[in-house]
């Protein structure tokens, strides 16, 4: 006989706040669980046979109680007697209290798969034709009549409520209701859900399981809401609700028991902190689509973007175009469980300090720059990373300009390597028009004099440097029309950079040249001016803190000079 050890001290080890613990392992291809007293019973399809288990032993093991059962799948005990589905084409009953039990052949139902009592008749549910049956199991040689047909195929489990019998329709994508007392029973489709594949009922909630996650409602709502309570789960085949949550992972070959009520309060997950410095870190209140965050009335995995693994934990983090910003939290070392983690499209940086080496990690389009992805990339603590193109701060910029103008295009590369004690150390650099690169054009500036028509396009910067050969940094496109139409008698004869940018309540400005009596002018996207100010020297500090969160324009005149730059205000 084939051992199965119960691996209840390994879970009180992993974590004392465990929400999905592995409870029974290697249990071959499970499909059913039921209960009766202290022995759990279980259908191994992939050993095509049903297991008992002594839940009362302090360690208890796995024992066959009937072998060679072909495709033996859901479980209802009634008195003495196990009934369970096995062939996909049949219903049988054992004997529990027989010295050797057996199988006994019952009836044929071709499709039969979910099993479900009520009063005196065994319900039935035919998988592949679309139909719930049932039979009276007092009688000695009992037959099946048709409840209700056209439900559709791939039907999962079922289950009562009173006189209500619920339906996984995983072919239709529905939590269907059926009151069986009913001559003509109709149908009320309760929730949808994609492959459902079991359902189950405890103290007036539905549990259903999708093909990865674990839900509920409230059956006493009129209208109720689905609570999303685990994602990232391998496909929940069976639940048994008693005093215990179980669920039956077939792919996972196991049985796990299941803390609700954690799973229910998100402040009582041990991951709770770590999400908590995630939101504030990266600005959560100015995310893009931050549904359910820090809402201690609903499970984590209803937050947005938050999966959980199989063991309750944090599995994934997806949220990309997001509008995260800022450096990553320490404290995401701590998700040492993540599968996958989407934060592209962002505005991140500094130091990556994930420590999972199961992650499929994607930190693309954000603002790290060589230093910070690089002892993570040689460190191998992943499974996979994506992690170029990045960008530089400078935001995107239009120019206009009749000929004649001279222009001079910069990279904001003064931290593209915040290790180094030399700005953009190694780093080499590349000019492209129009995305064709520009000969000769292997600085961090790129100078245009005399503009003429011909020179109008769209210039860009690709950074690359040695320490990692497979990152590109690139700068924001700048926009160039050169047109003899336009009248325009300043000249553009000066560098501007601005930073931080974006920025949240100080803009340095550095002019580039000393300055004996400029003009800054900021102006909003509209072109509405904002605020005007003189200014002299080569570096100004501007106090922007009240003006509102979005983009700028800053203009500095003087004599036939003018620069032109955008900026983000926080």
């Not at 940018?501 to 040249?513: A, C, D, R, V």
């Amino acid at each position: 006989m084939k051992k199965i050890t119960l691996l209840l001290a390994c879970v009180a080890c992993f974590s004392l706040n465990a929400q999905i613990s592995d409870y029974l392992t290697n249990l071959g291809t499970t499909v059913g669980v039921t209960k009766s007293g202290n022995t759990l019973y279980i259908g191994s399809v992939g050993e095509s046979k049903v297991l008992s288990v002594d839940m009362s032993l302090p360690n208890p093991v796995p024992q066959d109680l009937i072998t060679g059962i072909s495709f033996p799948t859901k479980l209802v005990v009634v008195g003495n007697e196990l009934y369970l589905t096995y062939g996909l084409n049949n219903v049988g009953k054992i004997d529990l209290s027989a010295p050797t039990p057996q199988l006994e052949f019952v009836l044929v139902i071709p499709g039969a798969f979910g099993l479900a009592t009520k009063d005196n008749f065994m319900y039935v549910g035919d998988r592949n034709n679309g139909q719930i049956l049932r039979f009276d199991y007092t009688v000695p040689t009992p037959t099946s009549e048709v409840v209700i047909d056209n439900l559709g195929s791939f039907m999962g489990d079922i289950a009562f409520d009173g006189n209500d019998l619920y339906v996984a329709r995983g072919s239709d994508g529905f939590v269907s209701k059926i009151d069986v007392t009913q001559t003509n029973p109709t149908v009320e489709n309760v929730v949808i859900e994609s492959s459902v594949l079991d359902v189950a009922i405890d103290n007036g909630f539905l549990y259903y399981s999708g093909s990865s996650s674990l839900k509920r409602i409230n059956l006493t709502d009129t209208n109720p809401t689905p609570i999303t309570l685990a994602t990232g789960l391998t496909s929940i085949w069976d639940m048994l609700i008693d005093n215990e949550f179980y669920i039956v992972q077939q792919t996972a070959q196991r049985i796990a028991t299941v803390d609700i009520n954690n799973l229910l309060d998100p402040t009582a997950h041990p991951d709770y902190s770590n999400l908590l410095d995630v939101y504030n870190s990266l600005g959560g209140t100015n995310w893009s689509d931050n549904v359910n965050w820090l809402d201690t009335s609903l499970p984590i995995a209803m937050w947005t973007g938050v999966s959980l693994s199989d063991n309750g934990s944090v599995g994934g983090l997806n949220l990309p175009n997001n509008n995260l910003t800022g450096n990553l939290p320490a404290t995401l070392g701590n998700l040492t469980n993540l599968l996958f983690v989407n934060l592209s499209g962002n505005n991140l940086g500094g130091s990556i300090p994930f420590n999972s080496p199961t992650i499929n990690l994607d930190i693309s389009d954000n603002l790290f720059d060589f230093s910070d992805i690089e002892p993570y990339f040689t460190s191998g603590n992943y499974n996979s990373i994506t992690y170029s193109p990045q960008r530089t701060t400078d935001l995107p910029e239009d120019f206009e300009s009749p000929p004649g103008t001279n222009f001079t295009f910069d990279v904001n590369d003064a931290d593209i390597n915040r290790n180094s004690e030399a700005t953009a150390l190694n780093n080499q650099y590349q000019w492209f028009k129009d995305n064709v690169a520009i000969s000769g054009a292997n600085a961090s500036t790129y100078v245009i004099n005399n503009a003429q028509e011909t020179d109008s396009g769209i210039y860009y910067c690709e950074i690359t440097n040695p320490i990692l050969p497979g990152l590109t940094i690139a700068r924001a496109p700048i926009t160039l029309l050169i047109d003899a139409s336009l009248s325009m008698d300043t000249e553009q004869n000066f560098n501007l950079i601005l930073y931080p940018n974006p920025s949240k309540e100080w803009l340095n400005i550095q002019f580039g040249e000393t300055l004996e009596k400029g003009l800054l002018s900021i102006y909003d996207v509209n072109g509405r001016l904002i605020q005007q100010k003189e200014v002299s020297g080569d570096t100004l500090l501007l106090n922007i803190e009240n003006l509102n969160s979005g983009m700028y324009i800053l203009s500095i005149e003087e004599q036939n000079s003018k620069v032109v730059k955008r900026f983000m205000k926080q």
